[in-house]
T-cell receptor, first 111, second 116 residues
Framework: KQEVTQIPAALSVPEGENLVLNCSFT??????LQWFRQDPGKGLTSLLL?????REQTSGRLNASLDKSSGRSTLYIAASQPGDSATYLC??????????FGKGTKLTVNP | EPEVTQTPSHQVTQMGQEVILRCVPI?????FYWYRQILGQKVEFLVS????????KSEIFDDQFSVERPDGSNFTLKIRSTKLEDSAMYFC??????????????FGPGTRLLVL
């Protein structure tokens, strides 16, 4: 059974800092990995999708990497801003279309 | 930009009552999903739906749950006899293509269900 773990559970940084969020998964036979952002009491906003054949994806200040063989992904956020404060979720798809989620990392960027 | 919409945003019900949660997926999408998130816990998969039938369901999705696409735009989740433990945020999601193409799932804003 696929398990997804995200470390750290919470992270507080000053504005402008670069940061890395970590995601690990137990079964490397994944189809893709998605990073989402969740604001309090709100839905999930898709940030990046990395297919299993890819090593990384970039969108603006965000860069996600995938090392399928070791079961790891990282989300790098450059020059963090207070508006980046949210919970970041990692989810993997194992070929059956369903996503298996981690519990998330709650990020606070302090002005 | 097209988005998934869900109604109602909040629903309060008494234990044992039936509730129907509604979703309008993105119009050209073919694959639909329901997930739930109990407060403080992970988002969990409930069911996927394609071509007017359930594609996959989790062990959470027991006989008290059902899904339906009653017309060309709506996708509903029905809980027949709600329990206290059904209290959660329910998310609908959709994706454009099933199967071979790795597709982003787009999520709605959720319906917060509270069972008293």
């Amino acid at each position: 059974k696929q398990e997804v773990t995200q470390i750290p559970a919470a992270l507080s940084v000053p504005e402008g800092e670069n940061l890395v969020l970590n995601c690990s998964f137990t079964d490397s036979a994944i189809y893709n990995l998605q990073w989402f952002r969740q604001d309090p009491g709100k839905g999930l906003t898709s940030l990046l999708l990395i297919q299993s054949s890819q090593r990384e994806q970039t969108s603006g200040r965000l860069n996600a990497s995938l090392d399928k063989s070791s079961g790891r992904s990282t989300l790098y956020i450059a020059a963090s801003q207070p508006g980046d404060s949210a919970t970041y979720l990692c989810a993997v798809e194992g070929g059956s279309e369903k996503l298996v989620f981690g519990k998330g990392t709650k990020l606070t960027v302090n002005p | 930009e097209p988005e998934v919409t869900q109604t109602p945003s909040h629903q309060v019900t008494q234990m044992g009552q039936e509730v129907i949660l509604r979703c309008v997926p993105i119009s050209n999408h073919l694959y639909f999903y329901w997930y739930r998130q109990i407060l403080g816990q992970k988002v969990e998969f409930l069911v996927s739906f394609y071509n007017n039938e359930i594609s996959e369901k989790s062990e959470i999705f027991d006989d008290q749950f059902s899904v339906e696409r009653p017309d060309g735009s709506n996708f509903t989740l029905k809980i027949r006899s709600t329990k206290l433990e059904d209290s959660a945020m329910y998310f609908c999601a959709s994706s454009e293509y099933p199967g071979l193409v790795s597709e982003t799932q787009y999520f709605g804003p959720g319906t917060r269900l509270l069972v008293l």
